[in-house]
């Protein structure tokens, strides 16, 4: 991209249909076919790589029987789960960046659809996640973040990687209710989940927005993006189609805004409107595996003086579990605050 073009970029409309104002004041928008199967297929092909590491982990740990090598990207992970469950969450917690999954986070076409959001100076938030919705099994990542990530505007291009619809999870969202600038109270957990929560009640009285009226399902297909304020109440519902529903989330925000994360991690400058010819600096950015670095500093906190990370621990914490009202407790809670006793 030359000089000249970066001048350009923000002219461009977001979407068809989709104004800049209209984005702002819903808390989110689509942007149809913004990637063709061509530009997506790397990002698969890792994908695909990275479950054949998680089959060939699991099999020499004796924990399956077959390697399921015959079935490809919409099945084969849903077999391993099926034959040894977590499978899924051992695909979410592994931390590699793939060049795949970089060239997709700094594409021109996202960038340019970011930048109308953002302005000229875009950073990559330390947040990114793997969302693969097996059938029938309803675990997804949290949203790992402190508090003070919500100081920032960040915004999310969820991407999903097959076509997504009410019966294979597609997302939802409560449009407008980031309006008052107020983060509801969020409870932890239903279930066996690790999903924060918020009740439609909790949404109404301090966001001030009808659930009913507001929700919006977004059910797009792959190759169209679905960008969302990091204030704006969104989730995605049980998959109970026979397919994965895969998709991936990566977040931007501006550079000179905290990046939260307990500090732990800082961004990547992705545009720079100060030098437009900017390369990111991806293998700095990579250096630190996030997990990693939440499981030291959990230690740290606690004093731990624990074994290296169990290669098929399938528990997921982060100290925003001490954020927020426990209503149930599962193996995710246990696991966090019997480490803290
Ligand atoms: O993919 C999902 O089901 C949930 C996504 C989500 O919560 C997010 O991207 O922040």
Redesign the pocket.
């Known amino acids: 991209m030359t000089a000249i073009q970066h001048w350009f970029r923000p002219l461009l409309l977001l979407s068809g249909g989709s104004t800049w104002f209209l984005t702002l004041w819903q808390g989110y928008t689509v942007v149809d076919g913004l990637f063709t199967d061509d530009d997506l297929q790397p990002t698969i092909d890792s994908y695909n790589e990275l479950v054949d590491g998680i089959a060939q982990k699991l099999y020499k740990a004796g924990k399956i029987k077959n390697l399921y090598e015959d079935h490809g990207f919409e099945t084969r992970l849903t077999m391993l789960e099926k034959e040894w469950e977590g499978a899924v969450v051992l695909l979410l917690k592994q931390g590699e960046l793939t060049q795949a999954f970089r060239d997709l986070w700094s594409n021109d076409k996202l960038l340019n659809a970011v930048e109308q959001l953002l302005g000229p100076d875009i950073a990559a938030n330390p947040i990114w996640?793997t969302?693969p919705?097996a059938p029938g099994n309803k675990e997804?990542i949290p949203?790992i973040f402190d508090l003070e990530s919500y100081k920032s505007m960040i915004i999310?291009a969820?991407i999903p990687l097959v076509d997504t619809n009410k019966d294979n999870?597609c997302?939802h969202v409560v449009a407008g209710a980031h309006r008052k600038g107020l983060v509801a109270t969020h409870k932890m957990f239903a279930d066996t989940l690790f999903y924060v929560l918020i009740d439609d009640k909790e949404i109404e009285n301090t966001l001030g927005v009808d659930v009913k009226t507001n929700k919006r399902l977004v059910e797009i297909p792959k190759g169209s993006v679905l960008f969302f304020n990091n204030l704006l109440p969104?989730?995605?519902d049980p998959n109970i189609s026979n397919g994965i529903r895969w998709?991936m989330?990566l977040r931007f925000q501006r550079p000179d805004k905290p990046f939260g994360f307990w500090e732990l991690k800082q961004g990547l400058t992705l545009r720079s409107s100060k030098d437009p010819l900017l390369k990111p600096d991806w293998d700095a950015f990579c250096v630190q595996d996030r997990y990693k670095l939440l499981k030291q500093f959990e230690k740290e906190k606690t004093g731990e003086t624990e074994k290296e990370m169990d290669p098929l621990d399938t528990t997921i914490t982060a100290p925003h579990f001490e954020k927020w009202e426990i209503i149930g407790t599962n193996k995710h809670l246990e696991t966090y605050f019997n480490k803290k006793k």
């Open positions: 996640n969302r919705k997804t949203p999310t969820w999870g997302m969104h989730g995605s998709a989330d």
